[in-house]
């Protein structure tokens, strides 16, 4: 497909590579200074001495146009040290053999091999055979029988090659190449489809060796290809699909010819001829007949083609379009791409704009195939197909927005309602609700052994797997009821059903979860807009907000982000507000949490507009890590403190978790609002801890505790006061005794600086006004 790689480098260096360092080692006597000379000077030298000073060729010598540093080493023991800074220093490997010597191929998996594992030597290796022309054995087995079991072993092989400086013999069926499915290089494939590519394979051997070795630095085979399965490496066929994507202008599924001659010219430079376009037609639809179809290059068929290239050897080509549309050697997207160089003050923060809030949301629909309402696993995965991996698999994403709503209804709404029904008298309830789900029992046994789940008028029948998949956004009672006497699958416990509901993801979960990107990692927020289609101004993505010291002067904030840090002992309840934030269901056990954890959700207020909001758990062993760094809290908008009201101890910790922030506030300027929660209400209450807790927060000037039950879904509306807080930045700021006396001591200070200003004035001014009394005086006698 591609008519020149040069052209598509433009001529230059490749991912940032200006140089290529390689190093070659192997056992004594095995050839690397001739091998070194025989490329340099293209002669065969007489006498080379032990180590050869650092050889340089030109940027011109081969086509890719990056210069190569060659380095020479010496295997004696004293030189080990010098070897050693050389391996760890190199681009790439060249660790040789001699082809007469078999001890010495020994050595390559006996000692040097593991021994570059042993240094963490993470570059490519090129294992070459010198002295071709002293083998005096015609019945020597075949260089990939040799190799192979080798390569399999140490997966950091890029390439074997015999040659001979010497002779310079033009042997290239004598070269092996790992990711040519353990075969030799196929030249009929290669000259089929890319004629112009073939002038590397007719060039001398020893001038292949360190091309192969430029190449395995600017050209890697690792980050696109799985040489386990023999296939396109994930993060690669994610890549090529977007690009695939992007090519495709009229949005039909295939590459039409015109749009194969634009994608042509845009990576190589070159147009392709009607005949190249059919060759290349014939050889995907030869090997793989859905590859092509009436309207052109399918993306089986794109990708099927990019792993033909890379199978035999032609990575420059894929590597070529990766480049030319802003991929880096990982894969993702080149950070020149992604301008989201703010000057931030350290409480400001980067909330999307309302075009990136509308993009979103038309990318949801589109991805929400059967038009529910929700994305359901499958389709969010194919959302973030075209992105290096999904951003919601890990954390701090993974489990930080709601994901159990199924159309307005909560899971929990759902099990209790189906909680509260008796299922062995009143089993229509049961099939009902079931109904209103697009979910009709279909089973005679007693036990859930089938469903049928409709979905866009499909009917998928599930049989009994452990596993029930429930998407709907339209809850409506379809009158569907089981006949007497009952069919369904259901026992008189709700216990009794051994299945997991697979969520589904609304838009609310991608805006929450989005916003928490923007708010930890604006960059990825930004490279993850571009990765799922975003084409638009990059700079128009985001909004700086003001500084929040600002917000408190001016007594209003305009932010629709908030971030809430949640201070309290342990066992006191953080967890279990989070969840409840997220709509998780209430859980007597206890878990310790031992790292950061996130929430996030909107939140609706009174005015009808909404807020979200972003709660970060803080653990009680990362308090005083967290309070170490003086700006810790600048990216605070509000601090919640939580308590178990059944327990003294509980209370006082958090007392003293309250003192250190408000302390940490006051020393730093960065004063935050507070609220203190009082968890578990439904237990009896400590008494002096009620006491206690309201006497603290008068004298802090802080509103009273807040008493919530998670486990009566009593949340006393604690959400929603939250946010009020947080949008009057000015109030709910406590007040430490020191913080007091130092407020009390700089008023005493300025009112002693007005008085003796006052004063002074009054001195001044009686002078003056002796002065011209005087001179008055003295004028009139």
């Known amino acids: 497909m591609a008519s020149d790689p040069v052209a598509a480098a433009g001529g230059g260096n490749f991912a940032g590579q200006a140089n290529v360092r390689v190093v070659v080692v192997g056992e004594a006597g095995t050839g690397k200074s001739s091998l070194i000379v025989a490329v340099a000077t293209e002669s065969f030298p007489e006498n080379v001495p032990h180590v050869l000073p650092p050889t340089r060729l030109p ?257 420059e080509t894929t590597w070529s379009v990766l480049r030319k549309f802003g991929y880096d050697n990982d894969l993702k997207l080149k950070d020149e791409l992604l301008p989201t160089t703010f000057k931030l003050a350290s409480d400001q923060t980067i909330e999307l704009r309302d075009e990136a809030l509308d993009f979103l949301k038309d990318i949801f629909h589109i991805f929400d195939i059967d038009s529910d309402g929700a994305l359901r696993p499958s389709e969010l995965d194919e959302l973030f197909s075209t992105a290096p991996e999904n951003p919601w698999s890990k954390s701090p994403y993974k489990d930080a927005a709601e994901k159990n709503v199924l159309g307005g209804l909560s899971l929990d709404g759902f099990i209790s309602e189906m909680n509260d029904a008796d299922l062995s008298t009143r089993p229509e309830i049961s099939c009902k609700w079931l109904a209103r789900l697009k979910v009709s029992c279909e089973s005679t046994t007693p036990s859930l052994s089938m469903w049928s789940i409709g979905n866009a008028g499909n009917i998928e029948t599930i049989r009994s797997r452990g596993s029930l998949s429930i998407a709907s956004k339209n809850i409506e009672d379809h009158g569907a009821m089981c006949p007497p006497p009952l069919k369904c699958g259901f026992t008189n416990s709700l216990n009794a059903l051994n299945f997991t509901l697979a969520y589904t993801i609304y838009l609310k979960f991608l805006y929450n979860n989005w916003a928490l990107m923007t708010l930890q990692d604006p960059k990825a927020s930004l490279a993850n807009l571009i990765y799922i289609g975003y084409t638009g101004d990059p700079a128009s993505v985001f909004h700086v907000t003001r500084k929040r010291r600002l917000d408190r002067k001016k007594q209003r904030t305009q932010r629709n982000v908030f971030q809430c840090f949640v201070f309290g002992p342990k066992n006191a309840g953080k967890t279990t507000l989070l969840n409840s934030f997220i709509g998780r269901t209430f859980s007597d056990k206890y878990t310790p949490t031992t790292s950061y954890r996130f929430a996030t959700n909107v939140v609706d207020l009174h005015n009808g507009t909404k807020k979200i909001l972003v709660m970060r758990e803080i653990p009680e062993q990362e308090v005083k890590n967290l309070l170490s760094n003086k700006e810790s809290l600048a990216a605070c908008d509000i601090a919640v403190f939580i308590y178990d009201s059944f327990n003294e101890e509980s209370w006082k910790r958090t007392k003293e978790l309250l003192e250190q922030v408000a302390y940490h506030g006051e020393n730093t300027g960065y004063e935050v609002p507070c609220l203190i929660i009082s968890a578990k209400d439904d237990l009896d209450a400590y008494p002096l801890s009620i006491q206690d807790s309201t006497r603290v927060t008068l004298e802090m000037g802080i509103e009273s505790p807040i008493p919530i039950s998670m486990k009566l879904r009593d949340h006393n509306d604690v959400f929603y006061r939250i946010v009020s807080a947080a949008q009057q930045p000015h109030l709910s700021i406590p007040e430490t005794e020191a913080g007091k006396s130092r407020k009390q001591y700089r008023r005493f200070i300025n009112q002693s600086l007005v008085f003796i200003s006052v004063g002074a004035a009054v001195t001044v001014a009686g002078l003056a006004a002796y002065r011209i009394y005087a001179a008055r005086k003295n004028t009139s006698s």
Request: hydrophobic share 40%; glycine share 2%.
């Open 59 to 315: 940027s011109d010598y081969y086509p890719d146009r990056v210069p190569i540093t060659i380095i020479d080493t010496s295997s004696r023991p004293e030189h080990k040290a010098k070897l050693i800074a050389d391996c760890k220093a190199a681009d790439v490997i060249v660790l040789t053999y001699a082809c007469d010597r078999p001890s010495t191929l020994d050595r390559l998996s006996t000692y040097w091999l593991p021994e570059l594992r042993r240094l963490e030597v993470k570059v490519p290796v090129l294992v070459v055979g010198c002295k071709l022309d002293l083998r005096d054995d015609p019945q020597q087995v075949s260089l990939d029988q040799v190799m192979a079991p080798i390569m399999q072993q140490f997966r950091e092989i890029e390439t074997c090659i015999e040659c001979s400086a010497l002779r310079q013999i033009q042997v290239y069926n004598q070269i092996f190449v790992h990711n040519a499915c353990a075969k030799f290089i196929d030249i009929s494939y290669v000259e089929a489809v890319q004629p112009y590519l073939l002038w590397t394979l007719y060039v001398k051997v020893v001038q292949e060796v360190f091309y192969y070795a430029q190449k395995a630095v600017l050209h890697p085979t690792a980050p696109l290809f799985d040489q386990e399965t023999q296939s396109l490496k994930p993060r690669c066929t994610r890549a090529l699909k977007r690009i695939f994507i992007l090519c495709d202008n009229d949005r039909d599924g295939a590459l039409s010819d015109a749009e194969l001659n634009n994608f042509q010219v845009r990576c190589f430079n070159a147009p392709l001829q009607p005949s190249e376009i059919v060759g290349v037609k014939r050889v995907v639809q030869e090997k793989i007949p859905e590859g092509v179809n009436d309207r052109g290059l399918t993306l089986t068929g794109f990708l099927f083609l990019h792993a033909l290239f890379i199978e035999r050897g032609r990575l």
